[in-house]
Each structure stands twice: as C-alpha cells, then as structure tokens.
T-cell receptor, first 111, second 117 residues
C-alpha cells in the first residue's frame, strides 16, 4: 500500500510563499486530497481539501494536476506562526474512512 | 460549534493499570474516529464509529483496547493492563458524513497525552 511522500522539512522566511508538494501515486478514483496543520501538543487542524485542479480558501491554495498523483499546498506570505507540521492525506480505501498520515513536513519559518 | 473536546488532556498512570479517555465530538457529527500519535510521527488510525456502530478497527487496536459510543454522541476509549508502549497522544476526530460523499474533512480534538510509568 503506497504512502504519501512529502519532504521531511522545509525552511522559509517571513513573507515568502511556501509550496509543499506531496506524492500519492496510488490515490483512488473517489479519494479527495486533504491537508492538515499541526502545532505541538495540539490536534491536527484542517487546512484545505480538493479533488482536482485548484482550490483556494482564506489561508491556502491547493494545486492538483490532472493525473492526481501529486498535490501542492501553497501558503502565501507565511509568518512565524505558520511554523508547524503539515500533513498531506488521501484515503487508501474506497470507503474513504481511514486517514493515513505520513510523517508530514516540518516547516520552519524564520524572521 | 465548540469543537471536538477530549478529557483528560493528560494522564499519568502506572504500568498495568486501566485508563479511560472520553471524546465529545462536534454536535451532529455522526462519525467519530480515534487515532494514536507517538512523538515525531503522524497520527495512526485506531477505529471509527458511524453513529453508535463501530465499523472499522485497525490491527493496532489490540484486545486490551476497547472503544464505545453508546448513544452515538460521546465516545470512550479504554486501555486495560497498560504497557510502556501505550504511551502516546490519543486523538479523537469527528466528521459529518453525507450519504452521497464520504470525503468530509475530519475535525480533531487536542488529544489526551498518556504517560505510562
């Protein structure tokens, strides 16, 4: 069962745009791609979800190519408070019930 | 919407003792999930409920673990005869599942951190 693959860590500076790419080669036809953010000692927080093309909300954008084998989370103008672990998830069963978390990407935003 | 609430936030106990955690999901959310997270790792799925029915269990959920959701609202996770390896953060999540779509996002609580002495 293939897992999602993300960079282990990334560094950025305040005000920059950050793009985190996730690979998910075995995504099922009906699965959505979901991104979560997690701070230490807190539960994951939902950021954004999409199925294809592009989705944008007040905090992020999600880009998904036509083959859906990868996705890119884009965080515009990051601040120090965006320092966190970011998880890319898809469900690998057709029922879409079980979230499979990988190791996530540890984003460090520097001043 | 007060979010998913978990109690207690921290639990310290001696090896061999039983512990029980409680999760109160977002009201009207019909699905409730339990995950376990160890330091430096992503959360691992344990089990989930659709209303009061427990529909799926992970192989991680040994026979020392039991979860209930008796009235389809709050849920409890009990660990019997705790072991050192049970030390982790136990996370609860809930979602509102619609028959036509199974991809509603899950909303997580802040977890119960269990430490086994």
């Amino acid at each position: 069962l293939a897992k999602t693959t993300q960079p282990i860590s990334m560094d950025s500076y305040e005000g920059q745009e950050v793009n985190i790419t996730c690979s998910h080669n075995n995504i099922a036809t009906n699965d959505y791609i979901t991104w979560y953010q997690q701070f230490p000692s807190q539960g994951p927080r939902f950021i954004i979800q999409g199925y294809k093309t592009k989705v944008t909300n007040e905090v992020a954008s999600l880009f998904i190519p036509a083959d859906r084998k990868s996705s890119t989370l884009s965080l515009p103008r990051v601040s120090l408070s965006d320092t966190a672990v970011y998880y890319c998830l898809v469900a690998f069963d057709n029922a879409g019930n079980m979230l499979t978390f990988g190791g996530g990407t540890r984003l460090m935003v520097k001043p | 919407d007060t979010g998913v609430s978990q109690d207690p936030r921290h639990k310290i106990t001696k090896r061999g003792q039983n512990v029980t955690f409680r999760c109160d999901p977002i009201s009207e959310h019909n699905r409730l999930y339990w995950y376990r997270q160890t330091l430096g790792q992503g959360p691992e799925f344990l089990t989930y409920f659709q209303n009061e029915a427990q529909l799926e269990k992970s192989r991680l959920l040994s026979d020392r673990f039991s979860a209930e959701r008796p009235k389809g609202s709050f849920s409890t996770l009990e660990i019997q005869r705790t072991e050192q390896g049970d030390s982790a953060m136990y996370l609860c999540a809930s979602s509102l599942e619609i028959a036509s779509s199974s991809n509603q996002p899950q909303h997580f609580g802040d977890g119960t951190r269990l430490s086994i002495l």
